[in-house]
């Protein structure tokens, strides 16, 4: 079965760095989409990266540009989010999730409903 196990998450101080992995299993990653969203309480689920398969096209969210990095290894079957000068605002549970390339395109990437496959979440927490 499809399954997508996120880790890395953590107490961090602002201005501090994580990486989040995302480790799939049940399929591999060179037909997929893989994104990443992430929810605090009492917010919507928020699109905050994703890479693309077909030529490895990557979008963020205009709240983590330039502070995030996604990448992807299809030999390990894993993609990462790479989090930069980390804020208390990125605070909130990073879920990582999948859809068929085709299937995502253009502002598609945004939408929660695009995504079939979630894992179970990571808590990333930035506080001093």
């Known amino acids: 079965q499809v399954q997508l196990v996120e880790s890395g998450g953590g107490l961090v101080q602002p201005g501090g760095s994580l990486r989040l992995s995302c480790a799939a299993s049940?399929?591999?990653?060179?037909?997929?989409?893989i994104g990443w969203f992430r929810q605090a309480p009492g917010k919507e689920r928020e699109g905050v990266s994703c890479?693309?398969?077909?030529?490895?096209?990557?979008y963020y969210a205009d709240s983590v540009k330039g502070r995030f990095t996604i990448s992807r290894d299809n030999a390990k079957n894993t993609v990462y989010l790479q989090m930069n000068s980390l804020k208390p605002e990125d605070t909130a549970l990073y879920y990582c999730?999948?859809?068929?390339?085709?299937?995502?395109?253009?502002?598609?990437?945004?939408?929660?409903?695009?995504?079939?496959?979630w894992g179970q979440g990571t808590q990333v927490t930035v506080s001093s």
């Open positions: 890479i693309s398969r077909s030529d490895g096209s990557t």
């Open positions: 049940g399929f591999t990653l060179d037909y997929y989409t």
């Open positions: 999730t999948a859809v068929r390339a085709y299937l995502a395109y253009g502002s598609r990437w945004k939408l929660p409903g695009t995504y079939p496959y």
